[in-house]
């Protein structure tokens, strides 16, 4: 029994001393960030991203601060941070969205330019060419670049989040001059020939703008300078023609 003791004693020092060394590991060199790597970017440089995400090289990757590096890559109006993981023992992998302008709204005497979330990437002055959809008619509230649009009317930033949306996942951007939000459950867009679009509540929103890429609808409008197009019911498109 004393035998059977003892071993259970020199098995739990043992145990005890892998602990130890195990953690004075973990302070050293065993576990200290080396490498950085940054996932998902396209336009803003790597090392951009790593010099405002402020990790210091050689640091204790368990005393590695992630909402801290979240805020600072987020400064940048025109970066979301996706995940922040760390690859023990000495990495930590970032990946990032790079966010795409989708539309513009006059403001006073300025201009704001958004993303599809409705955040404010940039405020400028007149543009010498509007390359985006102007957003009409929303009554602003406040607003910080890189914060999100706030209007007196959420529901408006919302509708307008499902229009650009929809937009941008079906790539028609291009094809849209302005957006018309005066009232969010019936929304309006003309498109770059001067069509009038009715989209209507925010619901379907992706079935609604598909036609907008459908042969026969494209057909339908050619030639026409103006006229409404409805797809408040995305199962039943009507044209109405100025020449009718």
């Given at each position: 029994m004393?035998g059977?003791?003892a071993k ?11 602990a130890?060394?195990g953690?004075?590991y ?6 200290v960030i080396?490498?950085?790597?940054v996932l998902?970017n ?7 991203i790593?010099?405002r995400a402020?990790?210091p090289?050689?640091q204790?990757?368990?005393?590695f601060n992630k909402?801290l590096?979240?805020e600072?890559i987020e400064?940048d109006p025109y970066?979301?941070?996706?995940s ?7 990495e930590?992998v ?7 302008p989708?539309?513009?709204i ?8 958004i993303?599809e979330?409705?955040?404010i990437?940039?405020?400028i002055?007149?543009?010498?060419n509007?390359?985006?959809?102007l957003v009409?008619?929303l009554?602003?509230r406040n607003?910080t670049?890189?914060g999100?649009?706030s209007t007196?009317e ?5 509708v307008?989040s499902r229009v650009?949306?929809a937009?941008d ?5 291009s094809?849209v001059s ?17 069509i ?5 509540q925010?619901?379907d929103m992706?079935?609604k703008?598909?036609?907008?890429k459908?042969?026969?609808?494209k ?6 300078s103006?006229g409404?197009?409805d ?12 020449e009718?």
């Amino acid at each position: 029994m004393k035998g059977t003791k003892a071993k259970k004693y020199r098995l739990l020092i043992l145990l005890l001393l892998l602990a130890i060394t195990g953690i004075v590991y973990m302070g050293t060199e065993g576990f200290v960030i080396k490498e950085i790597t940054v996932l998902g970017n396209e336009n803003i440089a790597k090392e951009d991203i790593v010099k405002r995400a402020g990790i210091p090289i050689k640091q204790n990757i368990f005393k590695f601060n992630k909402e801290l590096t979240k805020e600072r890559i987020e400064s940048d109006p025109y970066l979301e941070v996706l995940s922040i993981d760390p690859k023990y023992p000495d990495e930590i992998v970032i990946e990032v969205r790079e966010k795409k302008p989708s539309a513009i709204i006059p403001y006073l005497n300025s201009y704001f330019i958004i993303d599809e979330k409705c955040f404010i990437m940039e405020i400028i002055n007149e543009p010498e060419n509007i390359e985006y959809p102007l957003v009409q008619d929303l009554e602003i509230r406040n607003f910080t670049v890189g914060g999100k649009l706030s209007t007196s009317e959420e529901y408006q930033t919302k509708v307008l989040s499902r229009v650009l949306e929809a937009m941008d996942k079906l790539e028609l951007g291009s094809l849209v001059s302005e957006i018309m939000m005066g009232d969010p459950n019936d929304v309006e867009i003309i498109l770059t020939d001067g069509i009038w679009v009715r989209l209507g509540q925010a619901i379907d929103m992706d079935k609604k703008m598909l036609w907008l890429k459908s042969d026969d609808i494209k057909d339908t409008i050619t030639g026409f300078s103006g006229g409404i197009l409805d797809l408040s019911t995305p199962s039943k498109p009507v044209f109405y023609s100025d020449e009718n």
